[in-house]
């Protein structure tokens, strides 16, 4: 065998080992590509239905906001109609009844200004420890502790 035979049969040797090394990664790179294909499968079986449930959230939140929104309207309607009542009836009472209020203080004063026989009131008694204190000497016992 001559030199260049040998170097043919070493080229060709690892030329099959070389397609064999080929062979077996494009083999497991096939799996992977299986393998990914089904849980892209699986995972679009998946989410598809959650996809409907949150459509269907979404849905239901929206009508519930449009009820609050009713509701928040209506709420601020009753709000503009009970401040309009409470100006009117101030107005249509406040005025009056403050009239009225102070012309009966008016009379009250000036009756009872005029009675001359109304005793004058009794000195303001102050009870400590189930004994009454005259004002006479609750004003001189203050008087002392201000001074110390």
Known sequence: MSGGEVAGILVAVFWA???SFLAVALARLAQTLKATTKL???VTDQAVPLLADASTAVRS????IDRVDAIASDVQEVT???SALS???????????????AFGYGVRRALGGRKEDVP????????IVGR??????RAKRNL????D
Not at 61 to 64: K, L, R, V
Not at 120 to 127: D, I
Not at 144 to 147: E, F, L, N, Q, V
């Open 40 to 42: 892209v499968a699986d």
């Open 132 to 137: 009454t204190v005259p004002a006479a000497r």
């Open 87 to 101: 100006t009117t009836v101030a107005s249509t009472f406040g005025g009056p009844l403050v009239k009225v209020a």
């Open 17 to 19: 080992i070389l397609v």
């Open 80 to 82: 503009s109609n009970a």
């Open 61 to 64: 939140a929206q009508t519930q």
């Open 120 to 127: 004058a009131k009794a000195p303001r008694r102050t009870v």
């Open 144 to 147: 002392r502790g201000k001074r």
